[in-house]
């Protein structure tokens, strides 16, 4: 039997939505993408290309896997990220949309030929870190987490976007060990979803992503309280910082990170108009009279 590239993409979407997948389109194009190895455009300009038996076999196995709730991501592998493309697998939280409000207040704070350095806490596949070394070629920056797997993940992406020597990537817990006064940045995308809220999650999320990366203890809060005194510690004076935040977690981010003496904190929304992101500064020295 033969299949072209625009049958099997009509029968692969509608194999995901019998199975309640929720954009069956989207995730049946990105799994023909990989299995038939061609690009998106291509299934749109040479859409009466064959797939060989092969191909057509790897996509059934993607059909299926995806149908048992596995993310797209995880099943190809991949995920696009701001600009950049990043491996990805079970070790890691795949990459979101969301995050991308990050790295764009990071750009425009800091221009692109400027010499700064950077801390990534929780850096997972290297997502926030590798986005901005990628688009700041002065910059460097060390990433830190608490996962082995997840390193690995994403040293193979500095490593894929050569990046490796100006990304060093550190198997940690958040800050213990750095130096105080060290950093010109520190981001962070932390987990930050209440423990109970996990188990209500798609199991997209609940299965199939690492709990290190999701769970923000009893009120989704425990992260933070830890990270926003140590982040000031580290930053140098006059040094940003931003945060990912739930949406519902901006008065209590920012009262955190007041607290720990931090300046002008604002929370900067995200593309759905959710608040996404908690950014300050460490106040400058006072410079005497
Ligand atoms: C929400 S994920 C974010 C990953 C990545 N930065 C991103 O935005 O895609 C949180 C990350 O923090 C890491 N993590 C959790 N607790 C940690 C700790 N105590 N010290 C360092 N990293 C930790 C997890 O392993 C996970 O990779």
């Known amino acids: 039997m033969t299949l072209t590239l625009v049958k099997a993409w009509t029968a692969a979407k509608d194999r995901l939505k019998d199975a309640g997948i929720d954009q069956p389109s989207i995730d049946a194009r990105l799994m023909l993408e990989v299995a038939a190895g061609v690009t998106r455009t291509e299934i749109v300009t040479d859409p009466y290309r ?28 991949r995920k696009g990220f701001w600009k950049i493309l990043l491996q990805v697998n079970k070790n890691v939280l795949t990459p979101r949309p969301e995050t991308e409000v990050i790295v764009d207040e990071v750009l425009k704070a800091f221009p692109e030929h400027m010499a700064f350095s950077m801390l990534d806490l929780g850096v997972g596949s290297g997502t926030i870190l590798l986005a901005v070394l990628a688009e700041r ?58 423990t109970e809220v996990i188990d209500t999650l798609e199991p997209e999320v609940r299965i199939h992503e690492p709990r290190l990366a999701l769970d923000g203890g009893p009120d989704g809060l425990a992260a933070y309280r830890e990270l926003a005194p140590e982040i000031l510690r580290v930053l140098k004076p006059g040094g940003l910082f931003a945060v990912e935040i739930g949406y519902d977690q901006s008065q209590a981010v920012e009262a955190l990170f007041r607290a720990a003496g931090a300046g002008e904190v604002r929370t900067v929304k995200d593309l759905s108009t959710h608040d996404r992101v908690v950014l300050g500064v460490k106040n400058p020295l006072e410079t005497p009279a």
């Open 137 to 194: 070629p002065a910059a460097k920056g060390l990433g830190i987490d608490a996962s082995s797997e997840a390193l690995a993940v994403a040293r193979e992406n500095a490593a894929n976007l050569d990046l490796n020597t100006r990304a060093a990537l550190l198997h940690g817990d958040w800050t213990t060990g750095l130096g105080s006064d060290s950093f010109d940045l520190v981001v962070s995308n932390p987990p930050y979803i209440p």
């Open 50 to 77: 064959e797939l060989s038996a092969e191909q057509i076999a790897t996509l059934n196995a993607y059909l299926e896997r995806r149908a048992r709730r596995e993310p797209v991501s995880h099943i190809i592998g």
